[in-house]
C-alpha cells in the first residue's frame, strides 16, 4: 500500500484547508485510516479516525467540531476537511492505513501552516 498526502498549504487563522490521502497498491486490503500531526517540538498525535465503511469516526478533542473526516473507497481516498484553523493546528500531517491484516502504513506527510 502507498499512501499520498496532498492539500496542504499555508493559510490565515480562520480558514480551512482540505487534505487528502489517495491510496494505492493493495488498497482493497485498508481497513481503518486515520490521520495524524506532528507539531514542531511535539511527538505525533491522532487527529481522526475512520473505519472501512465510514460508519464510525474518532476525533482528538483539539479538533472535535472543526475538522470532519471521510473517505471514498471507490476512489481509494480519505479526507480531512479543517476549518477554522488556528495557529496551534500547524504541524505536518500524515495520514495511516491499517490493512485487514494489521499492517500499517504511512505517507509521507504534508506542512499545514496556520498564520495569525
Known amino acids: 500500500v502507498q499512501l499520498v498526502e496532498s492539500g496542504g498549504g499555508l493559510v490565515q487563522a480562520g480558514g480551512s484547508l482540505r487534505l487528502s490521502c489517495a491510496a494505492s497498491?493493495?488498497?482493497?486490503?485498508?481497513?481503518?485510516m486515520g490521520w495524524y500531526r506532528q507539531r514542531p517540538g511535539k511527538q505525533r498525535e491522532l487527529v481522526a479516525s475512520i473505519t472501512r465503511g465510514g460508519s464510525r469516526t474518532n476525533y482528538a478533542d483539539s479538533v472535535k467540531g472543526r475538522f470532519t473526516i471521510s473517505r471514498d473507497n471507490a476512489k481509494n481516498t480519505m479526507y480531512l476537511q479543517m476549518n477554522s484553523l488556528k495557529p496551534e493546528d500547524t504541524a505536518v500531517y500524515y495520514c495511516?492505513?491499517?490493512?485487514?491484516?494489521?499492517?500499517?502504513?504511512w505517507g509521507q506527510g504534508t506542512q499545514v501552516t496556520v498564520s495569525s
Open positions: 497498491g493493495s488498497s482493497s486490503s485498508i481497513n481503518l
Open positions: 495511516k492505513a491499517v490493512t485487514l491484516f494489521s499492517t500499517s502504513y
